[in-house]
């Protein structure tokens, strides 16, 4: 049996996954990471959560420790998710964190610490019987976060348990109930856990305007260059956006271009959002890297659905056109026959092809 360090956020899957570890007989500590020093009243970032993950630490008898990693997320995460808008590109934090906190800071701390694994409640598995780590999706396909984890690579696959992968979510309400832990009807967070109020656009301008300067931009229309309108503050437009834009045109328009440096915004129809190749930076592979014209497919959300392609020295090319990624997103790479083993993954450049 193991020593295993269990990233408790103050939520049900976390809270199953220490009670799984108990009964497969490992022994277990529960440790919860305080992220954010600022305001924030949602997910994994709040101090109702952490209270919640000392209760469940209680309720199964586990000593329960609080890691200080403030400085770290406002370096890996908060700090790069402005400056991304600052260039206009749309950040994944979520992943950010799960790569430079979760399983790089913490993991880091519980290997110092003698645990010979960390586990988290996330919806996915990891498979080893193959002599090496594989990351697959979870069980729940409409909870499965193998996208978030897409990032990892062999070395953290190694030391990492993900035990509530196996179940649904529904069965993992029904465990916590029965072990009596106070966080079975808890409700999944949904939003960035740094911003209050949500992560729409208000909330976004909210909290970036003391961080960042945002400048209004004009919106033009990338046939003729005509100009349409002005948004408020073109730092806060996705590629791929149609609402919010300030213009009615009398079609659906969708930002096909975001130039901070040119403060403007280019508007184009659905199929100039069509791409067939996409230039990835910061690739990551679980296994060894894929040579060229490997066939995979991708996805580029975290539900989102996914698109046969073939790995290039850049990126991927598309075998069938689909809707262009927004640079700054993370595009993880499947294996093609099943579409539930993770590869790798890369973050989408700005040099995208249209």
Same mark, same amino acid.
């Given at each position: 049996?193991?020593?295993?360090?269990?990233?408790?956020?103050?939520?049900?899957?976390?809270?199953?996954?220490?009670?799984?570890?108990?009964?497969?007989?490992?022994?277990?500590? #529960?440790?919860?990471?305080?992220?954010?020093?600022?305001?924030?009243?949602?997910?994994?970032?709040?101090?109702? =959560?952490?209270?919640?993950?000392?209760?469940?630490?209680?309720?199964?008898?586990? =000593?329960?420790?609080?890691?200080?990693?403030?400085? &770290?997320?406002?370096?890996?995460?908060?700090? *790069?998710?402005?400056?991304?808008?600052?260039?206009?590109?749309?950040?994944?934090?979520?992943? &950010?964190?799960?790569?430079?906190?979760?399983?790089?800071?913490?993991?880091?701390?519980?290997?110092?610490?003698?645990? =010979?694994?960390?586990?988290?409640?996330?919806?996915?598995?990891?498979?080893?019987?193959? #002599?090496?780590?594989?990351?697959?999706?979870?069980?729940?396909?409409?909870?499965? /976060?193998?996208?978030?984890?897409?990032?990892?690579?062999?070395?953290?696959?190694?030391?990492?348990?993900?035990?509530?992968?196996?179940?649904?979510?529904? &069965?993992?309400?029904?465990?916590?109930?029965?072990?009596?832990?106070?966080?079975?009807?808890?409700?999944?967070? /949904?939003?960035?856990?740094?911003?209050?109020?949500?992560?729409?656009?208000?909330?976004?301008?909210?909290?970036?305007?003391?961080?960042?300067?945002?400048? *209004?931009?004009?919106?033009?229309?990338?046939?003729?260059?005509?100009?349409?309108?002005?948004?408020?503050?073109?730092?806060?437009?996705?590629?791929?956006?149609?609402?919010?834009?300030?213009?009615?045109?009398?079609?659906?328009?969708?930002?096909?271009?975001?130039?901070?440096?040119?403060?403007?915004?280019?508007?184009?129809?659905?199929?100039?959002?069509? &791409?067939?190749?996409?230039?990835?930076?910061?690739?990551?592979?679980?296994?060894?890297?894929?040579?060229?014209?490997?066939?995979?497919?991708? /996805?580029?959300?975290?539900?989102?659905?996914?698109?046969?392609?073939?790995?290039?020295?850049?990126?991927?090319?598309?075998?069938?056109?689909?809707?262009?990624?927004?640079?700054?997103?993370?595009?993880?790479?499947? =294996?093609?026959?099943?579409?539930?083993?993770?590869?790798?993954?890369?973050?989408?450049?700005?040099?995208?092809?249209?």
């Amino acid at each position: 049996m193991a020593r295993v360090l269990v990233a408790l956020s103050g939520g049900v899957d976390s809270s199953a996954a220490a009670a799984l570890l108990l009964d497969a007989g490992h022994e277990v500590v #529960g440790a919860t990471m305080k992220l954010w020093g600022g305001e924030s009243d949602s997910g994994c970032c709040s101090v109702s =959560d952490v209270e919640d993950a000392r209760r469940v630490a209680d309720r199964l008898g586990i =000593d329960h420790h609080v890691f200080n990693f403030t400085e &770290e997320f406002d370096r890996h995460v908060v700090g *790069p998710y402005v400056e991304a808008h600052g260039e206009g590109l749309t950040p994944n934090p979520c992943v &950010e964190c799960n790569r430079h906190l979760k399983f790089d800071a913490f993991l880091a701390r519980a290997i110092r610490l003698g645990f =010979d694994a960390v586990a988290t409640g996330h919806h996915a598995r990891i498979l080893a019987g193959d #002599g090496r780590p594989r990351l697959l999706r979870g069980r729940d396909p409409n909870k499965d /976060q193998s996208y978030v984890l897409s990032c990892l690579s062999r070395p953290e696959l190694q030391r990492v348990l993900l035990p509530v992968g196996e179940l649904t979510k529904d &069965e993992v309400r029904r465990l916590a109930a029965a072990r009596g832990l106070s966080t079975a009807g808890k409700p999944d967070s /949904q939003e960035v856990c740094f911003i209050a109020g949500g992560s729409g656009p208000l909330a976004r301008r909210r909290f970036l305007e003391p961080r960042l300067a945002l400048h *209004p931009g004009v919106v033009v229309d990338g046939g003729t260059g005509a100009v349409l309108g002005e948004v408020p503050a073109v730092e806060l437009v996705t590629v791929g956006q149609r609402r919010g834009l300030g213009v009615a045109v009398g079609s659906r328009r969708f930002a096909v271009e975001v130039d901070v440096p040119g403060r403007r915004v280019v508007l184009g129809d659905e199929s100039a959002l069509t &791409e067939r190749e996409i230039r990835l930076e910061r690739r990551t592979w679980t296994g060894a890297p894929l040579a060229e014209r490997s066939e995979v497919v991708v /996805q580029a959300s975290a539900h989102g659905a996914t698109t046969p392609a073939v790995v290039t020295a850049g990126g991927v090319r598309l075998l069938a056109g689909r809707r262009r990624v927004a640079p700054g997103q993370v595009v993880a790479l499947y =294996d093609p026959e099943t579409a539930s083993e993770v590869l790798g993954s890369g973050v989408a450049s700005p040099r995208t092809a249209p």
